[in-house]
């Protein structure tokens, strides 16, 4: 179950990131919200676990609400401000997490799992309502396209980022792969 959805993610996030790309990114942040929306509660309807996994893998094709605001705001937020607003949200998404585990644990031990595919949808809802009536102050910069060229550690076509910063990002990936088996034993 866990697994269909993060392949179905993988497979999806870079087709949302072309049609943002093209149709504008506010408009993947609220496809990502409103059909996350319906497909929550949808799953709990599933007469079995064959039809669970394909509805799993439906919703989180459509998901990806923390890429599409990550994107918007990286876009939209002027360059003075982009490591705050970077921040915040990332922090809203982490306590997000945190708070979402403890909050959706008292909600199937006091009311069912039926009530916890409501809430969620409920609560991708809200969060497409906020998304929608929100109002955009910052214009996207058009930013002049820079050549492709090698890296500074001699591979083709690869950003041109330090060693240090190419061993940071191996590190935030084996760290976020390490983090994966916390919750799934």
């Not at 705001?73 to 360059?79: K, Y």
């Not at 590190?171 to 088996?181: D, E, G, Q």
Request: some cysteine; glycine content about 10%.
């Amino acid at each position: 179950f866990f697994s269909v959805g993060l392949v179905s993610f993988c497979i999806a996030n870079p087709i949302w990131g072309a049609v943002g790309d093209r149709f504008g990114r506010k408009l993947m942040l609220l496809r990502a919200y409103f059909v996350t929306a319906i497909t929550f509660p949808a799953m709990y309807f599933m007469p079995n676990w064959g039809a669970l996994i394909v509805m799993r893998f439906i919703s989180s094709a459509f998901s990806g609400t923390v890429a599409a605001a990550q994107t918007l705001v990286a876009v939209t937020t002027p360059d003075e401000h982009q490591g705050f607003a970077l921040g915040t949200l990332s922090t809203a998404f982490w306590s997000g997490n945190m708070l979402g585990m403890v909050a959706g644990g008292l909600v199937v031990h006091y009311w069912g799992f039926a009530s916890a595919f409501w809430f969620c949808g409920i609560l991708y809802f809200i969060g497409g309502i906020a998304v929608l009536f929100a109002k955009e102050d910052c214009k996207p910069v058009l930013k002049k396209k820079q050549p492709k060229t090698h890296s500074r550690v001699g591979v083709p076509l690869l950003p041109s980022f330090t060693v240090a910063v190419w061993l940071c990002l191996i590190m935030f990936l084996i760290n976020a792969f390490a983090r994966s088996f916390e919750g799934n034993y």
